[in-house]
């Protein structure tokens, strides 16, 4: 049995959250315009939910064409990511539903 080696194991999970994660530059607001506001955040966010889904519908097309450029494993990632996406957003649109939901019936 062999040992692991935890801050490899870290290096190795820090890297990936990196490549995953989405560009800061997409989700902040331009400096000097002050905070950005929620309703902003959840729109970029929505935007680029959108985008991801255009993009790897473009490659899956592109794949099943048969297109020289096209490569299987950068068109199933990007399904992938676009799906997950769409997940995350319907998740949280849930959890928004839910919190007004649970203000509404507050009692006053």
């Known amino acids: 049995m ?8 870290l290096a190795q ?3 990936m959250t990196a490549q995953v994660r989405m560009p800061e530059t997409a989700v902040q607001a331009p400096p000097g315009s002050g905070p950005a506001s929620f309703s902003s955040l959840l729109r970029q966010s929505i935007a680029a939910v959108g ?8 490659m899956a097309a592109s794949f099943e064409r048969g297109d020289p450029g096209a490569d299987l494993g950068r068109t199933m990632i990007a399904v992938q990511k676009a799906e997950l996406s769409l997940r995350t957003v319907v998740a ?5 539903v839910d919190a007004y939901k ?3 019936n507050m009692p006053v």
């Open 2 to 9: 062999s040992t692991i080696d935890v801050n490899n194991l």
């Open 13 to 15: 999970m820090r890297q």
């Open 51 to 58: 985008n991801s889904q255009m993009e790897a519908g473009r």
């Open 92 to 96: 949280v649109q849930s959890k928004l």
């Open 102 to 104: 649970d203000i509404m």
